[in-house]
Structures are given as structure tokens and as C-alpha cells.
């Protein structure tokens, strides 16, 4: 049989795993979100560097000119280079 003072050392040590395993689990989680929310600035931030350059170089070139050669849609080099860098 335990004494209640090992009963009430046992218990305590156990919610203070519980607490630290609670603790360890939520930062894990947080780490994780952060590091998805990084990469994600970072995508946006890539993108919105590529479609400002595409924009320089589209006011250099003879658009319509380009767009024939390559085979895409009128307006479409235009229209990817607007595109806010939210979006895909």
C-alpha cells in the first residue's frame, strides 16, 4: 500500500509529464506552422519578383510579336504578368 504523500508525488509527476508532453506537442505544431507560413512568404515573395521582371521586359519587347511566335493566346503574356503574386 502507498502512502498518501507517494500517492499525491506520483500524481503530480504524472500531470507534469502531461503538461510537458502538452507543451512539447504545441510547439511542435506552432514550428510547423511556421515554417509552412515561411516558405509560403517565400513562394509569394519569388513570384512577385518574376512577374515585376516579366513586366520590364514587356515593356522592351513587341508583345503581340512574342505571342504570335510562342503560340500563345493575345493578351495572355500581359495578363500572367498582372496576375497579383497571391495567385497561382
Known amino acids: ?3 498518501p504523500s507517494s500517492f ?3 500524481l503530480a509527476q504524472d500531470s507534469f509529464d502531461t503538461v510537458c508532453q502538452t507543451l512539447n506537442d504545441c510547439q511542435t505544431r506552432h514550428l510547423a ?14 513570384r512577385a519578383r518574376q512577374r ?8 522592351e519587347m513587341d ?7 510562342i503560340g500563345v493566346p493575345s493578351g495572355s503574356l500581359q495578363e500572367e504578368a498582372s496576375k497579383p503574386f497571391w495567385r497561382d
Do not use: F, P
Request: glycine share 0%; hydrophobic share 50%; charged share 30%.
Open 8 to 10: 499525491n508525488t506520483t
Open 33 to 46: 506552422r511556421r515554417r509552412k507560413l515561411i516558405a509560403l512568404l517565400r513562394q509569394w515573395w519569388l
Open 63 to 69: 508583345v503581340a510579336l512574342i505571342e504570335r511566335d
Open 1 to 3: 500500500m502507498t502512502s
Open 52 to 59: 515585376a521582371s516579366l513586366r520590364r521586359q514587356l515593356m
